[in-house]
Each structure stands twice: as structure tokens, then as C-alpha cells.
């Protein structure tokens, strides 16, 4: 089959790699129909996740075709599934409580170790990301192997075109997640930092959620106007101070709920985030965590802070002082994609939200390192790239 | 060569032959089934001449449940490394699985000394491996979590293998390997089954 496969910071290729096959009774075979790049891939192609290696297989945003199961897969063959990014076991502590990228089982053994020395505990497997995720082979391919698929992905009903139900595998949930961390009280002001795919789905869920104001803050003017097409207040941070407009947008008392929907690679030459960039180019640093120290900086007293944005390591400069003596509550973690995707169906099915207004790009499979050398590097344009294998 | 560099250097062969003296010598442990380390150590990570390690998980099944696929389970017993797990024909004995037969570099008969049913089964090596080793496999409730397996492991290399050095790699290897085990155990008896990211059966 083919594949786009990581050769290298920022070298994609798409190659000619093994048919995936039934290994445990509950896996099934799925034909990806589209599949998306997501901002955290980013993340890899950049080099700034660790445990990435040559010619793994991308991809964590994908919907497709059942056309093999296990012996204990409930799925039938020729079933439409979209495939949460997370994988789970269902059965784990963590899975009873619906915490499902906190499942204890599905990351294999061997590539549990590095993730608990990173973070104190392993973590749940992923498609198509790092080795601390299990190195699972991702769905930028023609065909992928899905664990627990009595489980994990989440039968769709035929009548509703891919495009509007392919970001129900991570973005949209995680953008419905951020919103729900910052557990919205109707009227609340809401500050979203980041304005590509997760923020984006951010606003639109807190808006879903019954915020009463969202302030979106990017500095590229084409995502601004998609935030500004949502409702959203947009602030650019290339033309004005965050915190000032802040405090002046909200009369002086802050946003009730931030959220950093930017994460590790945070944009813009403030003196921390310089500071940060030299760290990360030089391997003594792995987050530039501007954003998140601005959006702590910036709540109201007594404020949530959540973070959908993804961070690998350790940033200093952390403004813990801010949040305990404001009183902040701070909430984040990988989407537990499955908790939500019932729901946010039904939204999908009744026209109340269509997610496919993001999409920006659509491209063959072969063009995979086209889509990713834009989608970074032309992010006005280039907002959301889905690929058809 | 001088008198005084002949006296430099005889100084200097006398204390290394010393030193390595007192790193090879180390007193043959007598067995005494009652003393088995494992069964008393916990949080240690020395007891006496024994090297302690050990690994804990929590299962969301019964201790019944989990021995019964320690006990009865072909597909974990492949998968183990470290952990020992029952011979079937001879009740009280175990097998050393491969990664544990190398350490002690011999096969290691390993005989059950203590069991209370659903708390405790602790076992012993028996004959001159390159280790002698003690262990033991608790189970606790943890609540809605679940039972908490714990095991610990005890090991005294002998002869040469007793540089310190070596203890510690012994213990390290021992402790992440009885970590795999224990999760690879999870794996099974909560999904069914050894989580793994291969895309093939025949793949590696």
C-alpha cells in the first residue's frame, strides 16, 4: 500500500509499505476513504516531538471502510467507521471512567518506558504520532490495522458526505473538549488563543456551549476572519498587546475561561518565546510555552485555564504564582475523543454544526508532502488539508 | 627499573589483589526457606546480601482471576520474561522464563516456599545458578481500581557475578522486565489481549 511515511524533519515522503494485517482477535482493517493533516502533525514533522522514527506512517485523522476483522472485532465488513486518534481498550480503570487517552493497555509494553520516564506514567496509544504513543502505523495510507475495534471507532451512517464527518477523529472532540474544560457558565467571556482547525472548533464549541463573548487571538489575518466568521472578537497579537486589550475588552476583569489551542510551538517574538526557540533549536528545551504563560497571565481571578494544545516536555518561566494566587483551575489532557463523538453526531446529523468549512485544501495522498510543507508554511491559505488515498 | 618503582608497583598489586579479594569473596549463602528476603523486603532496596526490586500494577479482576491466568494462560507464559510461572505437572515449582534463566545463566529450579490463597505465593531458586533469587507475588485490593499485583524479587549473584556492579544491572533488568510482565499480565486478563503496534502478524 502507500503511505505518506516521516523520513526526517520536515521530509515526508509517501512510499510503498507493507499491507496491514489481523495480528490480535479484536483488530479490524479499515481502507481510509480521507484522511486529514492535523496541526500536531506538525509537531513531527518539525522534529520537536521525540520518539519519531524513519519511515513510520503519519496520520491521526482518518475515516474509512471496514474490509477485515478479527475474530472478535463486532464490526462488520464494509461498515463506514471514522477512527478516533486515541486508542483504548475499553476495559481499563481509565476506560470505565471514560478517560479513554488515559488507557492503561493500549500502548504496547516496550513503548511504555520513555513516556513514564517523561511524564511519570505511560500513555495511551495513538495512530500515527510518536513511539511514546506506540508507534502505531497512522492513516495518511491507503489501508491501517485498528486495535479494539469492537471498541474504538464509531460506526456512520452513509448519507452524510466524508468531509463533514472525517474531524470527528480529533479536532472537532478536541475543540468540544477545550470548551468543556473551561466550563462555560451562559454569557461567560472566553479567550482562545490560536485560531487554526482546534481553536476554531474551540470557538464554535464554546459558542455551542452558551459562552457569551469569545476573543479569538492569532496573528494571521486569514484564520482571524474564520474566527471572526464565527462570531468570535478577533485580536491580532502582531498589532497590540494581549494582555492590555484583554483587561480593556473585559472592563478590566480578564476573560472568565481561557484556552491555549496552540501549544508547544507558540508564534511571535516576545522575549520568553525567543527565549524558548533557542532552548528548542539547540535541544535544551522542548516547549515554547508563551501562549500558555500569556493565557495564565491573562484570566480573571478565579478563572479555568485549558489547554487542547499539545505540550512534549518541560518549560520554565511558568508563571506558577499567577495561578495559585489567582486561584486558576487548570485543566487539559490528549481528547477523550469516544466521550464525545455521540453527541457531537447528532449535531452533525441535524445541520447544527458542519464541520467542513475548515477544510481549505484537498489533495491526493502522493501529494502528502506538498499539504505539509503549506500547511505550515502558508497558514493564511492553508488552513485545514484533507487527502483522499 | 629502581628499587623504589619495584616497591611502587608491588604496593599497587597488593591493594588491587586486595580490593578484588573482597569483591570476589562473599559468604555462600545458606538456604533457609523461612528467610526469603522477597517474602519481608519491601521498599528496600537492599536486604542483607539480596538485591530487592520489584514492580506493582493494579488489574481490574479478582486475585482468582489473575491466578488463574498466571497459572493457566499460554499466551502470557510466552510473554514473560522474568516472571516465574507454574511447571505443570509439579505444583510447588516454577519456570524461570528465558530472560531470567539467562541471568542466573543455568536453568534455574525454582520452588513455591509460602502461598496463602489469594494474598501471597512466594517461591525460591534452588541448585548453583550464577544467582540465587527469592520471590514473591502479592495481591491487595485497591478498590474500584481493581487488585494490586505486586512482585518482588530478591537477588544475590554469587562468585565472580557478585561485583556490585553487576547486582545493580541485575536488579535494573529484573525491575523493568518484572514491569513488562506485570503489564503484559493486565493486558490479557482486562482486553483479551498483549497490546502491540505491529502491523502484521510475521511483522517484527
Redesign the interface.
Known sequence: MRAATFQGKGDIDVRQM?????????DCIIEVTSTAICGSDLHLYDGVIPGVAKDDILGHEFMGRVVATGK?STLEVGQRVVVPFTIF?????HC?EQRYSNC??????????VAEKAFGHPMA?MFGYSHLT????GGQAEYV?I??SDVVPLVVPEDIPDERLLFLSDILPTGWMAALNAEIAPGDTIAVWGCGPVGLFAILSAFQQKAGRVIAIDGVKGRLDMAEQLGAEPVNFHETDILDALKQMTGGVGPDAVIDAVGMEAHGFAIDNIADRIKQTVGIGQDRAHVLRQAIMACRKGGRVSVPGVYGGKADLFPLGALMQKGLQLRTGQTHVRRFTAELLDLIERDVIDPSFLISHRLPLDEAATGYRNFRDHQDEWIKVVMHP | MTIANWARYGLAATLATAAGGVLIYRRKPGINHDAAPARSARHRRRFGDYRVTGATV?I?ATPEQIRACWQGNAQLWSALEYLPFPEGNQPDLLLPPSELRDMASRPLLTRIVAEREDELIAWRSEGEGHADMHGRLRFRDNG???TAVEVIMAVRPQHFASAWKTEAMMAEALK?GLL?DL??M??LI????????????D?A
Do not use: H, W
Open positions: 507493507p499491507d496491514p494485517a489481523i495480528v490480535n482477535p479484536r472478535e481498550c475499553g476495559q481499563c480503570f470505565s492503561d493497555n493500549s500502548c504496547p509494553v516496550e513503548d511504555q518506558e496509544g506506540g508507534g502505531f502505523a490495522r486495535p479494539y | 493494579t481490574r474500584s481500581k481493581g523493568l513488562r503489564r503484559r493486565k493486558m482486562e482486553t483479551g489481549e498483549i497490546a502491540t503496534a505491529r502491523m502484521r502478524p511483522a
